[in-house]
C-alpha cells in the first residue's frame, strides 16, 4: 500500500545485524546529503549530548536526509521538531495526559488486548503469517482504544484506515537500496526518487482533517480516552497551539501504532529466527520482561542510526570541543552496544537485566514519550504468544525474510509460523 511496497530483494539484512560504528571519542563525519557533521557514538558521551540544553532538534527537519522526508519527521509543529519554551509547554501538556496512575489503569486492558489476538490466532490454527495476524492486530486493538477511536459513529477508525494514513505520515520517498551498504553511522543509499511515487498531500490532507475534527470533538464532549486528557491539559495550560496539538494526536496514533508493530515482528524475527531455545522461556513473566527491555535495547526501528541535533554554543563532550553551530549525529545504535556499558551484546542471555537503562528510546528533553507503551505490548506478547504457543517456530529463513520499505521503520512483510 502506498510507498511502503515490500522489498523482493533478499539481501537486506534483520536489523539487529546492522553494522553500528564501534564506540569511539566524538569525530567529523559526513551524513548521506553532504553535511558536514560530528558523530556521537559513546554511551555516556550521548547521554550528555541528549541532556545538554546547548545542543537543540529544532529546524533540523530537512538535514541529513538522503532524500525526501517523512511528514512525521519534518512537520516544525512535531514535537520532535521544536525545543525551549514552546518544546517544554507541550512535553508537559503530554505528561499531564500519562501520569503513572492513568497508565497503571491501562495496562489491564492492554494485556486482555494481546490475549484476545492471542486466542484468535490459536484458534484459527497453523500455518499462519505473524504480521497481519499478530504483530498488526495488537497495536491497533491498543491504539484504538486507547484514542478511543474503536467505537461506532464519527470517531471510529479501521485498520486499513489507519494503516494508509500511516504509510502516507512516515513515507520517505525512494526506498533503501537493497544489495549496497553506506558507512557505518549513515542512513543507507536511497534509490532515486521514482516518478512514479505516489503524492500523499491528499492522504495527509484527510488525515489532518480528520484529527482535527477529533480533537474539536473531544473539547466539545470528553470522554476518558487519551485524546480527551491531552485537550484537556492543552486547554489548561494554555499556550499550545492547535496545530501542534492536533499533529500530537495525530503522531500518538499513527506513528505510535507503527512502531510497535515493527519492534513486535523484528523481535520475533530475531527469537523465533535465531533464539529459538529461548522461546518457551519467555512464558515466565520475569524473564519476558527482561528479554523484551533487551530486545528493544538492541534493535533498531529502522535503518537510520543516527539522530540528528546541532550546538547553541561550544559543547566538550567525552574529552572534544564540539564548535557552536555543529551539526552532530548521535547514534543510539552505537551506544547501546557500547562494550564498556553493555559488554555482553545480544548473543547474551535475554533473560538477563540490562547492565545500563537502554538509549532505545532516547534520553533528556526528547525522551519517547510512548515508551511504556512499546514496552507494555512487546512485554505481554511475547509472555502470552510464547504461553499459548510453546513450539512456536519460523518457516521461512530470517535470509530470505522480504521487508516493509519506504518509511521510517523497517519490519518483516511476512513472518511464516507453524507450531
Known amino acids: 500500500m502506498d510507498s511502503a511496497a515490500a522489498d523482493t530483494r533478499t539481501t537486506l539484512p534483520p536489523l539487529h545485524r546492522l553494522p553500528t560504528t564501534p564506540a569511539q571519542p ?9 553535511t558536514p557533521a560530528w558523530l556521537v557514538t559513546r554511551y555516556h558521551d550521548v547521554r550528555q549530548v541528549l541532556g545538554d540544553p546547548r545542543v ?37 501538556t503530554v505528561q499531564r495526559a500519562f501520569t503513572p496512575r492513568a497508565i497503571a489503569g491501562w495496562q489491564p486492558w492492554v494485556a486482555a488486548a494481546v490475549q484476545q489476538s492471542v486466542d484468535r490466532l490459536v484458534a484459527a490454527g497453523p500455518p499462519a503469517d505473524l504480521v497481519p495476524a499478530f504483530a498488526r492486530p495488537v497495536p491497533f486493538a491498543v491504539t484504538t482504544r486507547l484514542m478511543g477511536l474503536d467505537g461506532d459513529g464519527p470517531d471510529h477508525l479501521d485498520e486499513d484506515r489507519l494503516l494508509r494514513w500511516t504509510r502516507a505520515l512516515l513515507a520517505q520517498g525512494g526506498e533503501p ?11 543507507p543509499a536511497a534509490d532515486a526518487q521514482s516518478e512514479a511515487e505516489p503524492d500523499h498531500t491528499d492522504t495527509l490532507a484527510e488525515f489532518g482533517s480528520f484529527m482535527g475534527e477529533l480533537v ?9 480516552d487519551l485524546v480527551s486528557r491531552l485537550v484537556l491539559a492543552a486547554d489548561q495550560d494554555g499556550g499550545v497551539p492547535e496545530d501542534s ?8 496514533t499513527a506513528s505510535g501504532n507503527e512502531s510497535v508493530a515493527g519492534a513486535l515482528a523484528n523481535a520475533l524475527v530475531y527469537v523465533l529466527g535465531e533464539r529459538p531455545g529461548h522461546w518457551p522461556r519467555l512464558a515466565d513473566p520475569g524473564i519476558a520482561e527482561r528479554t523484551a527491555e533487551r530486545l528493544l535495547h538492541y534493535i533498531p526501528l529502522g535503518d537510520d542510526e543516527a539522530t540528528i541535533r546541532r550546538t547553541t554554543a561550544p559543547v566538550e563532550v567525552g574529552g572534544v570541543t564540539i564548535p557552536a553551530g555543529s551539526v552532530v549525529a548521535v547514534s543510539l545504535g552505537s551506544a547501546n552496544r557500547d562494550p564498556a556499558v553493555h559488554p555482553d551484546g545480544l548473543e547474551a542471555d535475554l533473560g538477563l537485566p540490562l547492565p545500563a537503562p537502554t ?9 519517547c514519550i510512548g515508551a511504556w507503551r512499546v514496552r507494555l505490548e512487546m512485554r505481554e506478547s511475547l509472555l502470552r504468544l510464547a504461553t499459548a ?9 530470517v535470509s530470505e525474510l522480504t521487508w516493509q520499505l519506504g518509511g521510517t521503520t523497517r519490519s518483516p512483510a511476512r513472518l511464516p509460523v507453524d507450531w
Open 216 to 224: 474539536a470533538r473531544r473539547r466539545r464532549e470528553p470522554g476518558d
Open 389 to 397: 504457543l510453546p513450539g512456536l517456530r519460523l518457516t521461512t529463513p
Open 359 to 367: 538509549l532505545a528510546f532516547s534520553a533528556g528533553p526528547h525522551y
Open 177 to 187: 537500496a537493497a544489495d549496497t551498504e553506506s558507512p557505518a553511522g549513515t542512513a
Open 26 to 34: 566524538p569525530h567529523p563525519t559526513t551524513l548521506p546529503d553532504g
Open 245 to 252: 496539538l492536533v499533529f500530537l494526536v495525530a503522531g500518538l
Open 56 to 92: 537543540t532538534r529544532a529546524d533540523l527537519h530537512d538535514v541529513g536526509t538522503a532524500g525526501a522526508t517523512a511528514d512525521v519527521a519534518a512537520n516544525p509543529a512535531s514535537l520532535f521538531n521544536q525545543d525551549g519554551p514552546a518544546h517544554r509547554r507541550l512535553r508537559g
